[in-house]
């Protein structure tokens, strides 16, 4: 078998549907199998891939293992040369995995690949390439300065060595993933494919960061960035500290102080949403010339420069391929206008406005 694609899910039931549709349409002409992992989830995320997704494996587990542990778990389970953790809350293109298998097969010295991810409203988010977070660069993350924090020697779109990719979506071999150990269970929850990819680059191994295929990952849904999320990504990254880097008193206290302070200091990011103006429905029968419309209109609202303005773009994916509705946020984002997905066969469609907000799931 070439692929195993491993989905971790927890209490996010609609945004797994997407997921899983967009997956199943990408490993078409691929011997492939998806593994969903259910970290006890008190919505009814398993009765709905038992129900709409009979194929895929289902890993029911009993309490919430973290992302570590349920990860590992599903890796076991998988046959495929290839794996690729994937977050639920993200939506892949019809050629993602079609274009890492060409890419990586055959490969030496192959690590960790990553992909492009955008937000819901069409934004590059930088966490898909970074560097190692030596001490100082954390600190500076940490304090507000994260410059040095991602790679920038490459563009979003560019191809090449990066050492440290995100977990939402990370494509490795399996054998290579068991070498080295798999993701350290003492992480539950962010920090773990920092710690992978760096055990990757100890061994031996090139990682790369490939922006040649964008994937969506609404993000606010699963990783919601509150005081919880600041206080877990400040452990993870103390773990990280004292698991690879020598130990100094002096810096041990310094680290220790910067992640304190950062904590008390940077308060989650508030997002206020603003009104809908007007809705947009993009079709098979109607898209180059709503496409075309809507560019034109949305470039006299920036022009006006009203704050208020915007439109609720609503992407039909009964008739778009998910990769023409990537490609249509990714290349039409601005920041007064949100996006939603209209899914096959189903009565809901869902999105989110930022990467820092709640997903939003609007039911029929």
């Known amino acids: 078998m070439k692929l195993s694609v491993i989905i971790l899910n927890y209490n996010v ?13 990408a ?37 919430n293992y973290g992302f570590s542990r ?14 690729c953790i994937l977050n639920p809350d993200t939506v892949v293109a019809e050629d993602t995995f079609h274009k890492l298998i060409d890419f990586t097969e055959g490969k030496e010295q192959l690590g ?21 977070p030596y001490v100082h660069v954390a600190l500076k993350k940490i304090l507000g300065f994260p410059k040095d924090y991602y790679a920038n020697h490459l563009s979003e779109n560019d191809l090449g060595e990066a050492d440290i990719l995100v977990g939402a979506f990370m494509w490795l071999k399996r054998q290579v993933f068991n070498e080295i150990g798999g993701f350290d269970e003492d992480y539950f929850m962010y920090g773990e494919d920092i710690d992978l990819s760096f055990r990757a680059l100890q061994q031996g191994y090139k990682n790369y960061y490939f922006g040649k295929t964008s994937v969506i990952h609404f993000k606010g849904e699963s990783t919601l960035k509150d005081k919880h999320y600041l206080k877990r ?28 302070l950062a904590f008390w200091l940077n308060s ?32 006299v609202q920036h022009a006006i420069g009203k704050p208020e303005s915007g439109a609720e773009v609503i992407l039909d994916v009964n008739d778009l391929s998910f990769k023409d509705s990537i490609s249509f946020i990714e290349t039409h984002k601005n920041n007064k206008n949100t996006f939603k997905l209209l899914l096959p066969n189903s009565r809901f469609m869902l ?5 820092g907000s709640r997903g939003e799931v609007i039911c029929f």
């Open 13 to 25: 039931r609609y945004f797994l549907e997407l997921c899983l549709k967009s997956v199943e349409a």
């Open 27 to 63: 490993v078409r002409g691929v011997d492939a199998e998806i593994i969903v992992v259910d970290n006890h989830s008190d919505d009814d995320s398993c009765d709905m891939v038992k129900q709409l997704f009979p194929e895929v494996i289902l890993i029911q587990n009993n309490e």
């Open 70 to 83: 349920g990860n590992n778990i599903g890796v076991t389970r998988a046959k495929g040369e290839f794996i």
């Open 112 to 132: 960790v690949v990553g992909c492009k991810l955008i937000n819901g409203a069409g934004h590059f988010l930088p966490e898909s390439k970074r560097n190692i």
């Open 233 to 260: 990504f400040y452990h993870a990254m103390q773990i990280f500290y004292r698991k690879h880097f020598k130990k100094n008193l002096v810096l041990d206290l310094v680290v220790w102080l910067g992640i304190k």
């Open 268 to 299: 989650p990011p508030h997002y206020k949403k603003g009104s809908v103006k007007n809705y947009i429905l993009i079709s098979e029968h109607s898209y180059l010339d709503l496409r075309n419309r809507w560019a034109q209109k949305l470039k």
């Open 351 to 355: 999105g989110s406005n930022d990467a």
